[in-house]
């Protein structure tokens, strides 16, 4: 009995460095086992999520979209707060930039073109194969005269600077038909035409081809005669 009371001042003492221990060792799990993000709540977490693509945000730092400013009673024509003004409104300051009827129609306005009559007779007006002229006409001819053949594969050329022509000759029954090319500076056809120059009775000065609204440029006719016994030209119309 005297032992045991000896040695309770030692069995006390080791109890109580256990439980101290076994303090430690808990406060030891507490410290390691803590989440630090726990406290802020769920879905508070910070990290960044790699998408590919798609640069790396987060959505706490994103910044939030701020809302629109309310409209005030001058800018959408009531009370704050109220909706804008309707779709088909039209703008005061896009109202003022649409040019008004008048200046539209002034500048569509087409100005006449100036054409200038050429006799067959003109300088630059080339005849290739056995031409003749047939002068003081008493039929209607332009300046009464005209060049004429009767040989199919006869041509003529003339080179202008313009923005059409017109192939004028004369009709009749006796006359055949005459394929007509236009072609531009570089050689390229812009436009090709068999024509005929017969009709039922003699016809002075009958356009039997034209070519207009070209872009103002250097062209160059060639008609050549393919059948029916005469084939003529009696004046060209450059349109400037």
Do not use: C
Not at 135 to 153: A, E, K, L, M, S
């Amino acid at each position: 009995m005297p032992h045991a009371v000896a040695a309770m001042p030692w069995m006390l003492a080791s109890i109580g460095v256990l439980v101290l221990l076994f303090l430690l060792v808990k406060a030891l799990v507490a410290v390691i086992g803590h989440d630090p993000y726990t406290e802020h709540g769920a879905g508070s977490r910070s990290e960044a999520v790699m998408v590919p693509g798609v640069p790396v945000a987060t959505a706490s730092v994103l910044p939030s979209p701020s809302p629109s400013p309310t409209r005030t009673r001058r800018e959408s024509g009531g009370w704050p707060g109220t909706a804008p003004s309707p779709a088909g409104r039209t703008p005061t300051a896009s109202r003022s930039a649409t040019p008004s009827a008048s200046v539209t129609s002034s500048a569509a306005a087409p100005s006449p073109t100036p054409s200038t009559l050429l006799n067959d007779d003109a300088p630059g007006i080339t005849y290739r194969g056995r031409w003749a002229v047939s002068r003081d006409r008493p039929f209607g001819d332009h300046h009464n005269d005209v060049h004429y053949t009767i040989h199919d594969g006869d041509a003529f050329g003339f080179t202008f600077t313009g923005t059409g022509l017109d192939y004028i000759t004369s009709r009749d029954p006796d006359y055949g038909d005459a394929d007509v090319w236009i072609v531009d500076a570089g050689g390229r056809p812009v436009k090709q035409q068999r024509v005929s120059a017969r009709a039922d009775r003699y016809k002075p000065q009958q356009t039997v081809f034209s070519v207009k609204d070209l872009p103002r440029g250097k062209y160059t006719i060639w008609a050549v005669k393919r059948n029916g016994i005469y084939f003529q030209v009696d004046a060209l119309r450059v349109r400037g």
